[in-house]
């Protein structure tokens, strides 16, 4: 099963400790030799996926939305990219070199068309820009890929 993940970042503890608990419960519930995570592995969600699907047992592969992706992620997340790039299994890139909205978007698309199904840590509201969750959720049902909704009752972005 090939698994990809979407969600919002910067996320509060409270909200964080909660969809990282609901992150961990779906990944367990696949076979790990058959799991392959597909993830940008931005900080939050992407990245608590990615964790999830290596401790779980399964495959990571990364997709690299631009050349500059990394330098537009915070600081204190290079060490936790690094680590989980040099870990995939495989690594896709959209050949796109500024990391904007489109760049988001292009590697979310791509994101979706390698998944069987995505998990999107959604509170479906709007996206706040082009290229955010709901609209990676948009184009995963446009595309016929199942979308699995992960966001913790009463939560607030």
């Known amino acids: ?70 330098a537009g992620l915070p600081v204190w997340h290079h060490a936790t990219y690094d680590a989980l790039l040099g870990r995939a299994a495989d690594v896709h890139a959209t050949g796109l070199t500024i990391s904007d909205s489109d760049a988001h978007m292009a590697g979310s698309e791509i994101l979706v068309r390698l998944s069987d199904e995505v998990l999107a840590v959604w509170d479906g509201k709007p996206a706040r820009g082009y290229g ?22 009463g939560a607030a972005r």
């Open 132 to 153: 955010g969750t709901a609209d990676v959720v948009a184009y995963a049902e446009r595309a016929g890929r199942p979308v699995r909704v992960l966001w913790p009752a």
């Open 1 to 70: 099963m090939r698994v990809g993940i979407t969600g919002h970042r910067g996320l509060g503890p409270d909200v964080e400790r909660r969809v990282r608990s609901m992150l961990e419960a779906a990944v367990s519930a696949y076979e790990p030799a058959e799991l392959v995570g597909i993830s940008c592995i931005a900080d939050g969600p992407d990245a608590w996926f990615a964790e999830a699907v290596l401790r779980h047992g399964g495959r990571l592969e990364v997709i690299v939305p631009a050349g500059e992706y990394r």
